[in-house]
């Protein structure tokens, strides 16, 4: 077993987010309100999006993590046309805006925060992210220019949807709590609900027990957290021993935003069981695969909440496993943990790490691939090693404290002799060698994920 309507178009996680070097070369007029695209800039995107630490230039704090401007004479060309980050939405065909295809538009599915829209897909956060989402009419706005052509200039959509303020949902919307699995069938686990102040992000960690008395197999498991969230992981530990008290509340960030580091070195002896990086998720394994839990278990649950608003919001989260039969499974799902402990920064220095892993017995079917560095990691890439897909990149990552998590729709096969390598930048920024450790000041470079052995 074992991470401002306000509106933040993909603080993101995964979302809208590809290199910003991938330009149209249509030439983009200056936006005004005679024009749509002018409309949706000048009304949406500059004072909602493009606000300092978020979207508004690469000096922003969050550009690392979402590599998207949408500042006025930017926006269009980092949008239309151009391929997503977020893993899913790429292999599903999406790009940041698809003209003429709304349903094939990363930004149309990012600001509907229906779960039920989504159909099951999780392509990352709806956004904003931790403030009201845009009004009925302002999507509906969205939506008809992009199935209108995306077009940079020309005013073809009825500007009044714009003052259409029908709420879609709130942050501090009413939450539904999931119901939990039928005795016998699952477990639930719960981050009972918490504060979040205005315009901080707080983020926690609580070890509950799972409630097995036995070993259980796990064959689906869902999420459910309140809106603005920006992640939810559950956790195994490396060391038991190590292993933080039971139901009590751990933040990352004190008060004034600086890290708690007691918790950053708890951070150190996870190892990642389940996620989601959206605020609804329902994950199946494939048929014949669960995921084999120990008797007497207990797992870290970590909630990270962003609240750019002028009021406290709260979080909430929900995890149910759901089990099956031992003697339904076929196949064990076991998890990925690829460590490279052969870290030697030197002080002052960026350096490139890469180990390669090596399936040595049975084929692996990997299901989900997720990473785990320290503060001092600025990229971890993992490549396909050996086999007709040697050298494809299948994980990029550049958020130390908040990876993306992916599910692979088709597993990679992987055969006897191929395997997984790991490719992690850090940047030393101290005045000391930095090497592979268990403390906040030491570094880590691991893959985790799901895997099962034909």
Known sequence: MKKPVALVLAFAVAGLMASCSKQLTTDVPTATDQTTFGLIQNRILTPSCATAGCHASENDAAFKQHGLVLAAGEAYKNLVGVDPKNALALTDGLKRVKAFESQKSLLYHKLNVDAAHHTGKNYGNPMPLGSDPLSVGQIE????????????????????????????????????????????????????????????????????????????YVNRFTVTMRPGSHHFIAHDFESAALAPPLNQVRDLRNADGSLNFATVLQM????????????????????????L???????????????????TMQGEAYLNFYTTPKAAVTKVVRTLNLGNTSLSIPAGQEMTFKKTFLVTAKTRQVLTLTS???????????????????????????????????????????????????????????NRTVKFGLTSEDEMGIIFGYYYEE
């Open 268 to 291: 150190s002896n996870h190892v990642y069981l389940a996620g989601s990086q959206s605020p609804n998720l329902d994950y199946s394994f494939p048929e014949g695969a669960a995921l």
């Open 372 to 430: 785990h560095m320290h503060k001092l990691g600025t990229k971890f890439v993992i490549r396909i090693k050996g086999g007709a897909r040697d050298g494809e990149v299948v994980y990029s990552t550049t958020d130390w404290e908040h990876p993306d998590i992916i599910n692979f729709k088709t597993p990679i096969t992987l055969a006897k002799g191929e395997g997984l390598t790991s490719e992690i930048t850090y940047n030393n920024t101290t």
């Open 293 to 311: 839990i120990p008797a007497n278990a207990s797992v870290d649950l970590n909630a990270h909440y962003v609240n750019k608003g002028k009021t």
């Open 141 to 216: 706005f969205v939506r008809r220019w992009i199935d209108g052509g995306a077009l940079p200039d020309g005013n073809l959509i009825d500007p009044t949807l714009l003052d259409d303020k029908t709420p879609s949902t709130g942050a501090n919307a009413s939450f539904q709590a999931p119901k939990a699995p039928i005795a016998g069938q699952g477990y639930q686990l719960r981050i009972d609900p918490f504060d979040v102040a205005p315009n901080f992000e707080r983020e926690l960690f609580v070890r509950k027990n799972v409630g097995n008395t036995d070993e259980i």
